[in-house]
């Protein structure tokens, strides 16, 4: 079983759908994250939890409505997205918020906005 | 403004030769650094790190080498094999000023060539 695992693996959605990422690992974490990997820009941090309570949020936008129900589980619900919004979501998790805690991330949601 | 810059988005390198990743970093708070590695289709993974203490680094074929007064740090691959080709991600975070998140480069796709 690998340890941080993503579905779906790709989605396409309208501007107006509704639609949820989710996130599951498998390694005892403690801290979960979803970062967004836009073509050509590094890897920039969304969200941070820690023991299911959010302690970072990088200024996203609130179509961005992340949710944390345990440790092991992680969704970031999408709705009324912009094209520009399409790329990459990565979730990763570790096991506490520092940056020695190495993070192992999950394959990543490939998300196009039409 | 990016604090962590990876200048070069590819190198080619040939088999054998040693493969050499560079990143430069802005905020002289930093000083914790990593390097993670993507194949497509996957998640990055933890390849190596390295603490300001520290200005060398070795694991394997792998070394990471620290300039603090240059704000620089490299990656050596010796030698280099096909299957190092992938994006590899230099990242850096201030973790004495308190397990700040870290801050991710663009990327750089290495191609070693058989």
């Known amino acids: 079983e690998t340890g941080v695992t993503q579905t779906p693996r790709h989605l396409v959605m309208g501007m107006t759908n509704k639609k949820s990422l989710k996130c599951e690992q498998h390694?005892?974490?403690?801290?979960m994250y979803w970062y967004k990997q836009s073509a050509k820009k590094p890897l920039e941090l969304m969200f941070v939890?820690?023991?299911?309570?959010?302690?970072e949020n990088n200024s996203v936008p609130s179509r961005f409505s992340p949710e944390c129900p345990n440790s092991s589980h992680l969704f970031l619900h999408l709705h009324t997205l912009q094209p520009e919004d399409s790329a990459l979501y990565l979730c990763?998790?570790?096991?506490?918020?520092?940056?020695?805690?190495?993070?192992?991330f999950g394959p990543g949601t490939r998300l196009t906005v039409l | 403004d990016q604090q962590v810059k990876q200048n070069s988005p590819s190198l080619s390198v040939q088999e054998g030769r040693i493969s050499i990743l560079n990143c430069d970093y802005t905020?002289?708070?930093?000083?914790?650094f990593l390097w993670y590695k993507k194949y497509p289709a996957e998640g990055p993974t933890f390849l190596i790190s390295?603490?300001?203490?520290?200005d060398k680094n070795e694991d394997g074929r792998f070394t990471v080498f620290l300039n603090k007064s240059a704000k620089h740090l490299s990656l050596h691959i010796v030698p280099s094999q096909p299957g190092d080709s992938a994006v590899y991600f230099c990242?850096?975070?201030?973790?004495?000023?308190?397990?700040?998140?870290?801050?991710f480069g663009k990327g750089t796709r290495l191609s070693v060539i058989a």
């Open positions: 990763a998790s570790s096991q506490g918020t520092g940056s020695v805690d190495t993070q192992y």
């Open positions: 390694l005892g974490h403690n801290a």
């Open positions: 939890y820690s023991l299911e309570e959010r302690v």
């Open positions: 905020n002289s708070m930093f000083d914790y």
């Open positions: 390295i603490s300001s203490i520290k």
């Open positions: 990242a850096a975070s201030a973790w004495n000023s308190g397990n700040t998140p870290l801050v």
